[in-house]
């Protein structure tokens, strides 16, 4: 057994090779991404191996999937736990490894006679926008250990908790053909688009889709009872031979699957592949206004008919092999720069982030515009929908992966605060909003907003310069040019001290004369004097020296010897300068670059604890976002001592659930906050190197 357990991971070892610079192979993610289409279909493992635990909803509900394999008549589970509703599954096959690459999560399994791979694919490569489809792929592939040919079948399970907020929910199915495809579907009889809204809340409207390959002589497909589906594959190797018609029932009535089984020989030498397409379409996506908007897929297809999604479906079919390889030439390309810009280290984070930044938001069509919106939604602090706040941190992902998705994230606020919506109240604040609503709905009116003026001018200015700088969108900065007039102006009435106003970090409650967030408004008025250069130059020259000015002055009221204030007022206090950190994305003038340093120096000399700097005085916690924005600055000798801090925490955490970016630095465990967009912060190394 000592040898084929060398040989299988002589043959990773290889594969990894093969597709160039590998997340380090002894990492233990804290929950690994499984299919992570969008924020309503994020579905996490959060255990070491794939069977200890259901996979779940990224809020911890459990959305069932299942993984059986028989091997010469023996069953073993590769995916979900032993005991299950009324029986209880095999024994698990041993786990050999699992590894998360940004767009893929494969797991190894093996016993003395074959070899099983599983690959989570999710082609989210969002430099296509036609990439940002509700597809998902599992592959199987099988092969022989111990050079012999083996009889073996395979098993795939999804129950309807999928496709429902709440298991009590009264699902359908149903089974179609089409083309090369046979498929099933799963979600609730009452279909009520939009009929939930908000954080930890799960779909309960569109279908979720799983087909393969109908002309495989070995694939067999059901739709039934969860207990009676896997008792006859474990059994028999077969699946029961009719679909269960009692519908619509509860999910947790029976627990309806959709099943496939295929069986098959594994020859001595050569690999077996097996695999589904996943897919959910949610009809419609986002309500902005009183405007339904469908997702960008669906651009030309504005019908509810099954035929989209059909098409969706063959068209992923035939694109697999396609797909597949611009994922593993995406995720060695990204992954040999980041482990050029930061090391091994930084590149596993990079690479365990990725899905978990770009699945947190939903490209639609805008049919009044005709154009590509995008809405990402503030996962796990509230829900909401487009925060500004929220945008920002995540921005460098977005920046370096597809500014463009950057630029259609930001046109429904800048929509929204120029009064362009066909219903609400007219948005009469002098400063940029917070958010829309509550995802997937935007509907909020501006007296409802939670107003954060130079937090949210500033990020909005921010971010703008650098859709300038790497989109262009001189098709609609003049539209909004006067919005950014006001914006800039305001930021000139609340700067040098922006007085008592909430921050981002409102989490932990007021911060008046806050030094961080009056460096925010500093660089961001910078960076609106470097869109007047384009747009009215004659403006550039005052808000130059305006913040020649503040900087001055801001030096000066946070100066406490051997670093800068968390308030002006308060001596002896500190926190993390991450606010400075466009200015070096952007390079544009504000500070000097010694104020950074000097912060820098004096973190790392005392404030450095076992999991990270802590993101002020008052408490020892500390944000992932805003940590790895500091080391983003640092030295690479200092960067690598930041990041070694952020990896040592995602790799020993006892937290087990998807990425946090709140946790504490001594103790090592997740606050809050988690699956949060904001982990694309991390990218920011790689978008300044």
Not at 100 to 121: A, D, G, I, K
Not at 237 to 266: C, E, H, N, Y
Not at 528 to 544: G, V
Not at 545 to 563: E, P
Request: hydrophobic content about 40%; proline content about 7%.
């Amino acid at each position: 057994k000592m040898a084929q357990l060398l040989v299988a991971l002589c043959l990773l070892v290889t594969v990894a090779s093969s597709q160039g610079q590998a997340p380090i192979p002894s990492f233990r993610p804290p929950a690994v991404p499984l299919l992570n289409i969008d924020p309503w279909i994020s579905i996490w493992a959060r255990s070491d191996n794939l069977t200890d635990v259901w996979s779940t909803y990224w809020p911890g509900t459990i959305k069932a999937f299942t993984g059986l394999i028989r091997v010469d008549g023996v069953p073993y589970r590769f995916m979900g736990p032993e005991d299950q509703d009324g029986g209880s599954l095999p024994s698990p096959i041993q786990q050999v490894s699992v590894v998360v690459y940004p767009t893929r999560s494969v797991y190894t399994f093996q016993n003395s006679q074959v070899q099983l791979v599983v690959t989570f694919t999710t082609p989210l490569l969002p430099q296509d926008l036609d990439m940002l489809k509700p597809i998902s792929y599992i592959t199987y592939d099988v092969s022989s250990l111990d050079g012999k040919e083996h009889d073996v079948a395979l098993y795939y399970d999804n129950t309807g908790e999928i496709a429902v907020n709440k298991i009590t929910e009264e699902i359908v199915w149903k089974r179609f053909t089409y083309g090369d495809l046979e498929m099933m579907r799963i979600g609730t009889q009452e279909q009520k688009v939009f009929g939930v809204s908000g954080d930890a809340v799960g779909i309960n409207w569109g279908w979720f889709y799983v087909a393969t390959n109908k002309s495989d002589p070995g694939m067999s497909q059901v739709m039934s009872g969860s207990l009676g589906s896997r008792k006859s594959f474990v059994d028999t190797g077969k699946l029961p031979t009719t679909d269960d018609t009692r519908m619509p029932r509860a999910v947790q009535d029976d627990w309806p699957v959709l099943a496939i089984s295929w069986s098959f020989t594994v020859p001595s030498k050569g690999v077996i592949s097996k695999k589904v397409v996943i897919a959910y379409d949610d009809i419609y996506s986002i309500q902005f206004f009183g405007q339904n908007l469908r997702a960008y897929w669906r651009r030309n297809s504005p019908d509810d008919s099954f035929q989209a999604t059909s098409v969706l479906l063959q068209s992923a079919w035939d694109d697999y092999a396609v797909d597949i390889q611009r994922c593993i030439s995406h995720d060695a390309a990204l992954l040999e720069e980041a482990t050029a810009v930061g090391g091994a280290e930084y590149a596993t984070i990079v690479s365990l982030s990725y899905r978990q930044a770009c699945g947190g938001g939903k490209l639609v069509w805008n049919d009044a515009k005709k154009e590509p919106w995008y809405f990402m939604k503030e996962i796990s602090s509230d829900g909401d929908l487009s925060t500004v706040d929220v945008i920002y941190p995540a921005s460098p992902f977005f920046i370096h992966q597809s500014p463009v998705l950057l630029d259609l994230m930001l046109r429904p606020l800048l929509a929204y605060a120029n009064n362009e919506t066909v219903s609400g109240d007219n948005y009469t604040y002098v400063w940029a909003p917070h958010h829309l609503g509550f995802y997937p709905i935007g509907d909020i009116l501006p007296s409802k907003q939670e107003n954060m003026p130079v937090e949210e001018t500033g990020n909005f200015l921010l971010m703008l310069a650098a859709v300038k700088q790497r989109v262009g969108g001189d098709s609609f900065f003049p539209h909004y040019w006067p919005l950014l007039k006001q914006w800039g102006e305001y930021l000139t009435t609340a700067l040098p001290d922006p007085g008592n106003q909430l921050c981002t970090d409102d989490f932990e409650g007021p911060s008046p004369h806050n030094s961080n967030l009056a460096m925010k408004g500093i660089v961001a008025l910078s960076a609106f004097a470097s869109l007047c250069d384009d747009y009215e130059p004659s403006l550039a020259p005052k808000y130059r020296s305006l913040v020649k000015q503040y900087v001055t002055q801001w030096m000066s009221m946070a100066n406490d010897t051997d670093h800068y204030r968390l308030q002006y007022n308060l001596p002896n206090t500190w926190s993390l300068k991450y606010n400075v950190a466009f200015q070096y994305l952007l390079n544009i003038p504000a500070f000097p670059d010694s104020v950074i340093q000097t912060e820098i120096s004096y973190y790392l000399s005392k404030h450095l604890h076992e999991f990270g700097v802590p993101l002020d005085n008052r408490a020892k916690f500390t944000k992932l976002d805003w940590l790895s924005w500091i080391g983003a600055m640092a030295s690479r000798d200092d960067f690598q001592t930041i990041f070694h801090s952020i990896y040592h925490f995602a790799n020993v955490s006892p937290s087990r659930i998807p990425l946090t970016d709140w946790y504490g630095t001594v103790d090592g465990e997740a606050l809050p906050f988690t699956a949060r967009t904001v982990v694309g912060g991390i990218y920011l190394r790689m978008c300044i190197a």
